[in-house]
């Protein structure tokens, strides 16, 4: 109890359905918001998500009589205490109303369990991992997210900051006009450590599972060093190779291989999002054959690059640049082709300046800003 408001534990089917419900109240006339799809809902916050099995998570909503007003997480990954040390638990899946008193209840409430389970520190939020959705919006409103990306009202930070929370890391999506053509004197410049031994090619669609194996190997190694991040499991990538397969295209997947090995890789998804604004979250009755007109016939305009990764050990390396540049060219000039006139590129990390310039580079834009807050558990 805090005041008139009660938080209860998620322990049910119904419970879960008021979880998942919430949002859709919340941004009521937000022409900015899209519901996500009940069904990839379900399944990500249920326990077939293969983080459960290093990941203890919990969920609560907070109501207010008979009214939800309000929802939270807690999470405590084994896999981060592996890595980086025990003690620091997260928070996720954070929603309420415009209520100081709703957001105190919930963050008590997840701090309460965090702390009676020996964490010291509570980063997030985290959707349920950092491989998941990262990060509150707190600067780009004015458009709507792209695929697994969120939304939130600006007034979720506001009292998150008032009960503690600060910021420890910002990550940034940009947005890349498809049509911005990469200065050809820069194509030069990226060609001269080269030579005759790269090949770009697109992902051989005869050869989905290898080929997806090859880019989550290329995406652990490479993230391995950066902030925060995780590795994915075999079970987790094994999911997500089945998530994403109705989602990707094999030609907008594409590698550099070097001597024959990959060494690059970048996957550009059709931006699920819209195609599904209209839907409400529902594929039935005639949502799915909304949805699979729009994706495989008129097509959609906008799509996301949610993985993208070099080497480790040609990072820092001439032959490291110049990949990360041709498959990103690559790419580019693949999603012009198939009609895409825009793509978002997220997140990237606020101090990641190698990929930033080359952002910039591309004539990307800083469109949106997710920040990782955190609070000492005292």
């Known amino acids: 109890m805090n005041g008139d408001i009660r938080v209860e534990p998620v322990l049910d089917r119904r419970g879960l359905t008021a979880f998942i419900a919430l949002p859709d109240r919340l941004y009521r006339g937000d022409r900015n918001y899209v519901a996500p799809l009940r069904l990839e809902r379900y399944e990500a916050l249920g ?24 929802r939270i997480s807690a999470q405590i990954n084994r896999l981060h205490a592996d890595k980086y040390g025990p003690g620091t638990g997260n928070f996720g899946l954070i929603e309420g109303d415009d209520d100081p008193a709703v957001f105190r209840a919930l963050t008590a409430t997840a701090e ?12 997030g939020p985290y959707n349920l991992s950092v491989n998941e959705e990262s990060g509150l919006l707190v600067e780009g409103f004015d458009t709507p997210p792209a695929v697994m990306m969120g939304h939130a009202h600006p007034y979720y930070a506001r009292h998150l900051e008032a009960l503690g929370y600060a910021k420890a890391k910002d990550l940034f999506a940009y947005t890349l006009d498809c049509a911005w053509p990469l200065p050809e004197a820069t194509l030069r410049m990226v060609a001269r450590p080269i030579g005759g031994r790269v090949v770009v090619r697109p992902m051989d669609r005869r050869r989905y599972k290898e080929e997806v194996a090859k880019a989550l190997a290329i995406y652990n190694e490479a993230w391995a060093d950066n902030w925060n991040a995780l590795p994915l499991t075999a079970a987790e990538q094994h999911h997500m ?17 070097v001597d024959g090995e990959p060494i690059a890789f970048a996957v550009c998804l059709p931006n699920l999002n819209e195609a599904i604004a ?14 699979l007109w729009r994706l495989k016939i008129r097509g959609v305009a906008t799509a996301r690059v949610p993985l993208m990764g070099v080497r480790k050990r040609f990072g820092h390396r001439p032959l490291g640049s110049a990949a990360a540049v041709l498959v990103i060219e690559a790419l580019r000039k693949a999603a012009l082709a198939k009609g895409y006139r825009q793509s978002e590129l997220s997140w990237i990390l606020e101090d990641n300046q190698p990929i930033r310039r080359l952002i910039d580079a591309f004539g990307g834009r800083h469109t ?5 807050y955190e609070k000492a558990l005292g």
């Not at 309460?112 to 980063?123: I, N, Y």
């Not at 190779?241 to 291989?257: C, G, H, N, Q, S």
């Open 47 to 70: 326990p077939k998500n293969p983080i459960r099995g290093h990941t203890e998570v919990r969920l609560w909503l907070a109501r207010r009589g008979a009214a939800t007003v309000g």
């Open 368 to 372: 949106k800003t997710y920040r990782i």
């Open 241 to 257: 190779a089945a998530a994403m397969r109705p989602l990707i295209d094999p030609d907008l997947v594409w590698f550099v291989d």
């Open 278 to 291: 209209d839907l409400g979250g529902r594929l039935l009755p005639f949502g799915w054959a909304k949805l």
């Open 112 to 123: 309460g369990w965090l702390r009676e389970r020996g964490q010291v520190r509570v980063q």
